[in-house]
């Protein structure tokens, strides 16, 4: 007789995931199988953006004639900073005295509109004010490719994520008709098609994006109400939670095995993680659950506990490194210290 097995210890009992929204759609495989002909493939792009968004066919195909194909685009996509640099290199590109200063003197600038809905939504104003500094430098650096050649090389001459980019593409018809004052063929944005201060896809410009100011119009290019109160709902709609902490410093207890959580999601309760040998520092905040970060910093291994509110940084970009740097930053912003205190 084979003996029962014994029971998981409670610690080890993984919490709930995050609730997040439900998926954003992405195209067919007739879209975006390169085995297939380019010019069927846009007869089926064309088919995909007409059924699911009501888009008019005439418009959509005089459109995507004026899109170009840009090598550089798929270049750059194939080497994303947090995909190439250590966390050592890849910090200083965020947390150096030009971005901190530059945050504290936007959000001096701005801060009765910041303040006011950090107070609606919980999230708070260094944390907006520091994914716009990460994103776009304070609005300086928004993107010079056109976003309709963006996503079209990523649709048709990006097989890896070309289901994605083909999706956003036909969402980018979406938009227009619901904001007509945005002109297709004018749009820049980056390299991947993100618009705006806050580098709106968009899809999540669509979803997501909020007017701010009651003028009828969702302006996430530069009015700031509109970019403040849509970056403040992109957290909000992912889970992020009212006064609750972000991330803690942990240590690593001595012989403590390595341990890479399949996913970012704050699973793990602190008691598990201390079990396994990783618990926060003193003077750490704490939070139900976590997940485990092990970077490579300039004195060697750092050790984080990512709690909900990082979570939902990454849903925002999904390198933990990219999360970090935001939290850091806006911890700067509002602290007025410097990047090596951190």
């Known amino acids: 007789m084979t003996p029962p097995a ?3 210890p409670a610690a080890d009992a993984l919490l709930p995931k995050v609730p997040q929204p439900p998926e954003r759609p992405v195209a067919p495989t007739s879209v975006t199988d ?7 493939r846009i007869d089926a792009f064309v ?3 007409v059924n699911t968004y009501q888009a008019d066919p005439a418009v959509v195909r005089a459109t995507l004639a004026q899109a170009q194909h840009q090598q550089k685009i798929v270049d750059a996509m194939s080497r994303p900073a947090e995909a190439v640099r250590p966390w050592r ?3 200083p590109i965020f947390l150096n005295p030009a971005r901190i200063e530059g945050g504290r003197a936007f959000y001096a600038a701005n801060r009765e509109a910041l303040d006011r809905v950090a107070a609606q939504t ?4 260094e944390y907006i004010v520091a994914i716009i500094g990460v994103e776009t430098s304070y609005g300086k650096i928004s993107g010079n490719y056109r976003v309709l050649d963006a996503l079209y090389t990523l649709a048709f001459g990006y097989p890896k994520r070309a289901p994605f980019f083909a999706g956003e593409l036909a969402q980018l018809f979406a938009l227009a008709k619901q904001e007509p004052q945005l002109d297709i063929l004018a749009l820049k944005g980056s390299y991947a098609g993100a618009m705006g201060m806050g580098q709106f896809m968009p899809s999540s410009y669509r979803l997501w994006g909020k007017d701010g100011d009651g003028d009828g119009q969702r302006d996430l290019l530069t009015h700031l109400p509109d970019v403040f109160a849509s970056i403040a709902n992109y957290f909000v709609v992912h889970g992020w939670q009212r006064d609750a902490p972000v991330v803690a ?6 012989g403590a095995a390595d341990f890479k959580p399949e996913s970012l999601d704050p699973v793990y309760p602190l008691a598990a993680l201390a079990a396994r040998g990783y618990r926060p520092q003193a003077g750490q905040p704490t939070a139900e659950g976590a997940t485990l970060l092990s970077l490579d910093g300039d004195a060697g291994k750092e050790y984080w506990l990512g709690y909900r509110n990082f979570y939902v940084i990454t849903r925002y970009n999904r390198s ?3 999360a970090l740097s935001v939290h850091q930053l ?3 912003i509002r602290d007025g210290g410097t990047a090596e205190a951190l």
Do not use: F
Request: hydrophobic letters at 35%.
């Open 6 to 8: 014994t029971p998981k």
């Open 122 to 125: 919980g999230v708070p104003a």
């Open 249 to 254: 410093r942990a240590s690593r207890d001595a």
């Open 47 to 49: 088919d995909y953006t």
């Open 89 to 91: 290199d890849y910090r």
């Open 320 to 322: 933990p490194m990219y």
């Open 34 to 40: 390169p085995a297939i002909p380019l010019a069927q």
């Open 330 to 332: 806006a911890q700067a």
